[in-house]
Structures are given as C-alpha cells and as structure tokens.
C-alpha cells in the first residue's frame, strides 16, 4: 500500500471512530481527492496541528460554524449557540484525536512523529498555506446537510530531526 | 472511602467531558481537581490531596510525561497513581510512560466504560462498587 492510499485509510478509519465514540455518530467514508493548488478562501472554523519527523507536514480539520457548534454540543452533552471557546476548544481536540490517531498508525510505517499543539482559526475570508508542500489528500466527510473535511499533507524530510516549522505558514488575510 | 481525581489536560473540552464521564462511572468520586498543564496539576498537588490523576500527554509548559516523572520523583506524590489519556498510541510515549511508573493509559478516543475499566482496576480496594 502506497503512503497516500494508507493516509486516506487512516484518516477514514479515525474519523468514524472518533465520532462514533466521542459523539455517538456514525459517519460514512469520506470522498477522498488529492488538492495541488493554493487553497481558496475560507470561511468557517480550521483547526490545524504539525507532525514533526522523518515525514513532516500538517493535518488539519475544518468546518462551518454551525457544524463546529453541532460537533461541541454532541461532545460537552450541552447546547451550544454562540462560537465561544467551547467550540474552539472541541474543534482542536476533535482535530487532536484524529490526527493523533492517524499519525499513529504511520508511525508503524514511517518510524516515530511527534505532534505539536493544535491551532484553531475563525473567521471569514482567510487562506492558509504550509510552507514547502502543495500536495493535500482531502477527506470530505457529509454529515447531513453539512460537510467535514479533513485534510493532511506529508513530506519526507531529509534530516528527521532538524527543527522547522511545521504548523500553517501563513494566514493570507486576518481572521475576522 | 470517597476518592480525589485530578484532571490534566489542556483541552478543556476533554476536561468537562471527563468530568461527566468519572460521575458515569458509579464510583464514589468526592472532587474532580482540573489543570491545564503539569505546572498547573503540581500547584494543584501542592493544597489539595488527591488518590488519581489521569493526565494527558501532550501539553504546553510541562506535559504528562515530565508531570509523571515529577510525581514519581516526589517523596509525597510518588505513590499517587497516574493514568494517561492521550491520543499518543506509539510505543515511544507510552513505552516511556510506563517506564516513569504510568498505571496504565486510555487512547483518545476513549469510552465511559475505558475509563471506568482502568479506575476498577487501580482504585479498587478504595472505592467500592
């Protein structure tokens, strides 16, 4: 199995699982692709956290604003209407386990990953890009009439433990 | 005898869900400590007693692994048991965890029935069913 057919695995295999068991939701396969390009705009919630290593890059998880709050009052059992920190905090520990269960499952083909602390944006209007990589394999994951889509792009680093940035490059235009 | 639980993480979310998921469980649980770190979790050590810590790993400031090994180096903690929750599931971290003296570990995602698994099983004989 080549490493993206196995990314694309994983990623399926830990976003059923995660909500299944954190929100007692059961998703189907996400619809995978393969983006190239700089990213369009976004509007919505992204969550994004770097993996460090012999393969190095970020994995990422975003959403609109009305699914990110149906995802934390599925998880905290509370309702929730307005984006407060609640919601950001359940977005980037969602985007913690799946990405976390991901890279743990590559770990057996790559060797060990650290993780960093993951990173929350809201706001309109805003693009991302991580710095020297432009291949992204993307999940979309229908949750009734919303979507989920969980991105991870990975590259071989030539000196595994050399320190660089790993988390999102740059934010094109500042959250709103 | 009613039991202490300090929580570790820095996600608040994973905090109140625990929180939740330790009054599920039907064990007799007088306090539920919460820090955001090591750092924190040891401030919270220093005034209050408590008979469990279930701590995740990756953290800012001070993590699991070296808020375990704090523990376990401390005449008056060494004998606290550490659980870590974590989404670390390698053998790195969690090999190093038990070698610290970690009494066991939960993957994230985790279920009510995990977590009241690992608490039978290491507070038992304090906490009657």
Redesign the interface.
Known sequence: MNLQALITASINRSVTNVFSTMLGVELGPGIPSVEHTTPEANDGVMSFIGVAGSWAGTGSVSCSPALARRICSEMLMSHTTSMNEDVLDTLAELTNMIIGNVKTELEQEVGPLGLSIPTVVFGRNFRTKSAGTSEWIVLRFPWEDEVLLVKVCLAPQEKPARARSHMPGQIGAPAV | MDSDVLVVD?????R??LQ?VLRQTGMAIRAVYEAGDGEEALTVLDTHKVDLVLSDI???RMDGLQLLASLKAAEQWRHIPVVMI?????E?KVGEAVRLGAAGYVR????ADQIKEKLVGILEPAIPL
């Open positions: 820095d996600s608040a979310a994973i109140k869900i939740r990756n953290m800012p974590t989404t670390e599931g390698g790195a994230k995602p985790f279920t």
